[in-house]
């Protein structure tokens, strides 16, 4: 079993930055594909990023694209959500999540591929 843990959610104006963080244990973590949700009030958990094994591949959604970029520092066994221009459409909570296996290569957008997840971190962005 893989625990994961984000921190970094808050309260932020619109058009400011936040960065979020996914912790684990460490014992797979270089071998696993990670990758940010959100859900919003009313309604459904949505993709927002996904980053391989080593980090040379990520996937965006298309509306978060140039705004929000994943890394990841398998030395750390840590993932990071940099969040830039945020909008109030951000406004969600923040769900890490992570699967073994696969290849180097992998990444998913898909929720149901994902065998891991932590306990979320909210996000709002109101002024």
């Known amino acids: 079993q893989v625990q994961l843990v984000e921190s970094g959610g808050g309260l932020v104006q619109p058009g400011g930055s936040l960065t979020l963080s996914c912790a684990t244990d460490?014992?797979?973590?270089?071998?696993?594909?990670m990758a940010w949700f959100r859900q919003a009030p009313g309604k459904e958990r949505e993709f927002v990023a996904a980053?391989?094994?080593?980090?040379?591949?990520?996937l965006y959604t298309d509306s978060m694209k140039g705004r929000f970029t994943i890394s990841r520092d398998n030395a750390k066994n840590t993932m990071v959500l940099q969040m830039n221009s945020l909008k109030p459409d951000d406004t969600a909570v923040y769900y890490c999540?992570?699967?073994?296996?696969?290849?180097?290569?992998?990444?998913?957008?898909?929720?149901?591929?994902?065998?891991?997840w932590g306990q979320g971190t909210q996000v709002t962005v109101s002024s």
């Open positions: 999540a992570g699967v073994l296996g696969y290849y180097s290569g992998y990444v998913s957008q898909f929720q149901y591929e994902y065998e891991y």
């Open positions: 460490g014992r797979t973590f270089s071998t696993i594909t």
């Open positions: 980053i391989s094994w080593s980090g040379a591949k990520t």
